[in-house]
């Protein structure tokens, strides 16, 4: 995700990059060009009344999300705000970790 606003903010469109928490191994990677929004909750589910605030507020043209957790979090939190804000989910999975998981079973 962090590859993509850099990205996206370098070709000149107007990024803010949501999270829950504004620190960790990465934060300096993240391009001058792009807007930090920090939501400050010390996890994924209590982000959610933040990140509704965050749509409403800035009411942004499209949200793009990542990860299980995040992603229901995206949907809730688009779906409360009542924005018309296109709402874009990434789901990602590790083949090999599934298989194993399912070779246990």
Same mark, same amino acid.
């Not at 400050?40 to 800035?58: A, F, K, M, N, W």
């Not at 990542?66 to 409360?80: D, G, K, Q, S, W």
């Given at each position: 995700?962090?590859?993509?606003?850099?990205?996206?903010?370098?070709?000149?469109?107007?990024?803010?990059?949501?999270?829950?928490?504004?620190?960790?191994?990465?934060?300096?990677?993240?391009?001058?060009?792009?807007?930090?929004?920090?939501?400050?909750? $010390? &996890? =994924?589910? *209590?982000? /959610?009344?933040?990140?509704? !605030?965050?749509?409403?507020?800035?009411?942004?043209?499209?949200?793009?999300?990542?990860?299980?957790?995040?992603?229901?979090?995206?949907?809730?939190?688009?779906?409360? $705000? &009542? =924005?018309? *804000?296109? /709402?874009?989910?990434?789901? !990602?999975?590790?083949?090999?970790?599934?298989?194993?998981?399912?070779?246990?079973?």
């Amino acid at each position: 995700m962090l590859k993509l606003a850099n990205g996206m903010a370098s070709k000149g469109y107007l990024v803010d990059l949501v999270l829950a928490r504004g620190r960790g191994q990465f934060m300096e990677e993240v391009s001058d060009k792009v807007q930090l929004k920090v939501i400050d909750s $010390s &996890r =994924v589910l *209590t982000s /959610l009344p933040g990140l509704v !605030r965050y749509l409403r507020s800035e009411r942004p043209q499209i949200l793009v999300s990542a990860l299980h957790y995040v992603n229901i979090m995206a949907i809730l939190a688009r779906y409360l $705000s &009542r =924005v018309d *804000t296109k /709402l874009v989910i990434s789901e !990602r999975i590790h083949y090999r970790t599934l298989l194993r998981k399912r070779s246990k079973m």
